[in-house]
Nanobody
């Protein structure tokens, strides 16, 4: 399983970015996917997760109402639409795949990780 995240960049506070994560393999639609982030000198933290069908999602409180996770199983891609970005959203964002079909928030339940994409929000 290979995951390739893209779409990061530099944006002003209040702006938007859309992250994409392209996956390899025919089993993409069988598993829940998630986004995590890691700011400098901080631990990696959960951002959002989506079930294999896309019907169920969970979000960290810090991004609820601003970020939206979605997936296109035909394109083997998961997305993270980020609106009203804040400087505290600055981090490297990682996509990851579980071995579950339901969304889960625990980092330890994600077994496959992409390389990360940098998001920087200026004030």
């Amino acid at each position: 399983v290979q995951l390739q995240a893209s779409g990061g960049g530099l944006v002003q506070a209040g702006g938007s970015l859309r992250l994409s994560c392209a996956a390899s393999g025919r089993t993409f639609s069988s598993y829940a996917m998630g986004w995590f982030r890691q700011a400098p000198e901080k631990e990696r933290e959960f951002v959002a997760t989506i079930s294999r069908s896309g019907e169920s999602t969970l979000y960290a409180d810090s991004v609820k109402g601003r970020f939206t996770i979605s997936r296109d199983n035909a394109k083997l891609t998961v997305y993270l639409q980020m609106n009203n970005l804040k400087p505290e959203d600055t981090a490297v964002y990682y996509c990851a795949r579980t071995r579950n079909n339901r969304p889960v928030t625990a980092l330890t339940l994600y077994h496959y990780w992409g390389q990360g994409t940098q998001v920087t929000v200026s004030s």
